[in-house]
Nanobody, 121 residues
């Protein structure tokens, strides 16, 4: 019913920048919060940043001042601009959205397939 498709991952040197995007598609009535999570090998999946439908944001302490999350509600798309990247930012980045499918009463969580971000030292 709903798909989240991510793009923009890749390999970058430390200090560089990358931009991720995630577009939600399907029979969508509305989207509540959207977010980016990341998971490094052998570690749990952690929140990177989140944004409400109204544009309020919050970030993990480790990325504050370096990463910026934004969204385009008309396009059902969330973005993550990553600057001053560090090797410890290397992980698979997952898009997350709380979506209400048309003609259903509740928001449900959906995940993207993940995109690899590798930062070399």
């Amino acid at each position: 019913q709903v798909q989240l498709v991510e793009s923009g991952g890749g390999l970058v040197q430390a200090g560089g920048s990358l931009s991720l995007s995630c577009a939600a598609s399907g029979i969508i009535s509305s989207i509540n919060s959207m977010a980016w999570y990341r998971q490094a090998p052998g570690k749990q999946r952690d929140l990177v940043g989140a944004i409400t439908s109204g544009g309020s944001t919050n970030y993990a302490d480790s990325v504050k001042g370096r990463f910026t999350i934004s969204r385009d509600n008309a396009k059902n798309t969330v973005y993550l601009q990553m600057n001053s990247l560090k090797p410890e930012d290397t992980a698979v980045y997952y898009c997350y959205a709380e979506v209400r499918v048309t003609f259903t009463p509740r928001y449900k969580p959906y995940w993207g397939q993940g995109t690899q971000v590798t930062v070399s030292s």
